[in-house]
């Protein structure tokens, strides 16, 4: 499908599909060449904030470093909200941690032109998933 026929709707699910099947490419391709994304869990060296990721070569490649340090994880939709120019969804994922499975829910917020996403914003509960990964800082 070409990114000047996808809905914010459609782009929602192609976000899903790409990083369930694991292709950095497809995902990277949903953004505007000079899109940006902001998620949660990536962070500024020192943790106090999240840190855009600019552009769609530098979101391919966070991309491609998060899937090689992920295991195999589930990801579903469980609700969109769409008009023309953006969408956001609910979404649960789940992943194997240090102890036991982890899960967390979160909503993502796209603005969206041409077909493509311009602007990413990811939020959940980051800490909970460092904990459950065992990668969580002491306070």
């Given at each position: 499908?070409?990114?000047?026929?996808?809905?914010?709707?459609?782009?929602?699910?192609?976000?899903?599909?790409?990083?369930?099947?694991r292709?950095?490419?497809?995902?990277?391709?949903?953004?505007?060449?000079?899109?940006?994304?902001?998620?949660?869990?990536?962070?500024?060296?020192?943790?106090?904030?999240?840190?855009?990721?600019?552009?769609?070569?530098?979101?391919?490649?966070?991309?491609?470093?998060?899937?090689?340090?992920?295991?195999?994880?589930?990801?579903?939709?469980?609700?969109?909200?769409?008009?023309?120019?953006?969408?956001?969804?609910?979404?649960?994922?789940?992943?194997?941690?240090?102890?036991?499975?982890?899960?967390?829910?979160?909503?993502?917020?796209?603005?969206?032109?041409?077909?493509?996403?311009?602007?990413?914003?990811?939020?959940?509960?980051?800490?909970?998933?460092?904990?459950g990964?065992?990668?969580?800082?002491?306070?």
């Amino acid at each position: 499908m070409s990114g000047t026929s996808r809905s914010p709707e459609q782009l929602c699910h192609a976000w899903r599909d790409a990083l369930v099947a694991r292709d950095a490419g497809a995902f990277a391709a949903l953004f505007a060449p000079d899109g940006v994304m902001i998620d949660v869990e990536h962070r500024t060296a020192d943790l106090r904030r999240a840190r855009p990721i600019r552009g769609r070569a530098a979101i391919e490649d966070l991309t491609v470093g998060w899937l090689r340090e992920t295991p195999l994880f589930e990801f579903e939709i469980t609700g969109v909200l769409a008009d023309a120019s953006t969408a956001a969804y609910r979404w649960r994922y789940e992943v194997p941690g240090a102890s036991d499975a982890v899960a967390v829910e979160g909503i993502t917020w796209l603005a969206c032109a041409d077909g493509m996403i311009g602007e990413a914003l990811v939020c959940f509960d980051s800490y909970a998933l460092m904990e459950g990964l065992g990668t969580a800082r002491p306070a």
